[in-house]
C-alpha cells in the first residue's frame, strides 16, 4: 500500500493556513485569481481563519476553514461557490461548490459555516 508522511500533506496545506487571507463567494467555479476576484465574484470577507493541518477522518490531512459571519455581498446573482485567494500573490488556492446555491442582492452580507479541506491517504 502506498503511503504518505505527514509533512507531505502538511506541506501542501500549509499554504492554506499561511497564504489565503480572503474568501469570495462567485457565481461559478472560479479558474484564475482574476476570475475569482473580478469576473465571477458576488462578495468576499478577509476575515477568513485557517487551521494548521490535522488528522483528517479516515484518514490523510486536512484543514479547517472557520465560519464567516462577515461577508459582504457587492453584485446580485446566484452564490453557487466559494474560492480562497492569496490577495498578497495574487494567487487562487481552492475552489468548491456551496452547500446550496442562493440568491444574492449588492449590499448584503453573507455568512458561511466552517468547513474542511483535506488531501487522503494514497489508496
Known sequence: MATLDNRVFDNGLTVLDTEANAIHV???????????TSTSTLGNSTSLSISAPADRSGGGREVTVSA?????????GQASHYAIVDT?????LVTGSLSAAQSVTSGNT???????IGIPDPS
Open 68 to 76: 464567516i459571519t462577515d461577508g459582504s455581498i457587492t453584485a446580485g
Open 110 to 116: 453573507f455568512s458561511l459555516a466552517s468547513f474542511t
Open 88 to 92: 498578497t500573490n495574487s494567487r487562487l
Open 26 to 36: 462567485t457565481s461559478q467555479e472560479a479558474t484564475s485569481y482574476t476570475d475569482a
